[in-house]
């Protein structure tokens, strides 16, 4: 089982719908959970980051942890053509563990 | 501000030649650095990581190998490539980003395609 479970897409949503992006978790000792943004052939970029279960709000994005299902989650309202990237969630333990990467989420919205 | 540089952008090699990309870091010091490779349908897998000159610790046995020469530049080598090689290769610098010490930040990446 890997540690980091995440639904590689693509995910294809028609402009201003909600998007709704999910990674579960095996290992308890994760504390610090990250999402990434990255275009095609860039680098990945730090959209929102968290170390603690609820909500946490930016704009149009939302990140979402709970932490007793191991379960994390990205919402991105309103969604835009520029959005269209594939979406990384990330995780450590805290200090400078190393941080473990789901495979990416393909995202595609239709104008 | 912190910047991160990598080249070249693009690179197409021959099966056997040798390799070598270059990570710079600009706007901090003493900065941790990672050599990941994301190869399509396997998400990011981290090759390397080092916390300072001269300290470079493998997480995958393989043909690569990684250096820290200065402070904010990492180099990824090879002797001679195999077609497994290919690949999207990224730097990361490990930051502070308001008080949060776990924050990784990304190279523009290179693109290596063995041929």
């Known amino acids: 089982q890997k540690e980091v479970e995440q639904d590689p897409g693509p995910l294809s949503v028609p402009e201003g719908a909600i998007v709704s992006l999910n990674c579960t978790y095996s290992?308890?000792?994760?504390?610090?959970f990250m999402w990434y943004r990255q275009y095609s052939r860039k680098g990945p970029e730090l959209l929102m980051y968290?170390?603690?279960?609820g909500n946490k709000e930016d704009g149009r994005f939302t990140a979402q942890v709970d932490k007793s299902s191991k379960y994390i989650s990205l919402f991105i309202r309103d969604s835009q053509p520029s959005d269209s990237a594939t979406y990384l969630c990330?995780?450590?333990?805290?200090?400078?563990?190393?941080?473990?990467f789901g495979i990416g989420t393909k995202l595609q919205v239709i104008p | 501000s912190q910047t991160i540089h990598q080249w070249p952008a693009t690179l197409v090699q021959p099966v056997g030649s040798p390799l070598s990309l270059e990570c710079t870091v600009e706007?901090?010091?003493?900065?941790?650095l990672y050599w990941y490779r994301q190869a399509a349908g396997r998400g990011l897998q981290l090759l390397f990581y080092?916390?300072?000159?001269?300290?470079i610790s493998s997480e995958v046995p393989q043909n690569l190998s990684a250096s820290r020469p200065q402070d904010r530049q990492f180099i990824l080598s090879s002797k001679k490539l195999l077609l497994s090689d290919s690949g999207f290769y990224l730097c990361?610098?490990?930051?502070?980003?308001?008080?949060?010490?776990?924050?990784?930040?990304f190279g523009p990446g290179t693109r290596l395609t063995v041929l």
């Open positions: 990361a610098w490990r930051g502070l980003d308001r008080g949060f010490t776990d924050t990784q930040y």
């Open positions: 290992n308890s000792a994760f504390q610090y």
């Open positions: 968290t170390y603690s279960s």
């Open positions: 990330a995780m450590n333990s805290g200090g400078y563990q190393k941080v473990t």
């Open positions: 706007g901090t010091s003493n900065p941790n």
């Open positions: 080092s916390v300072g000159i001269g300290q």
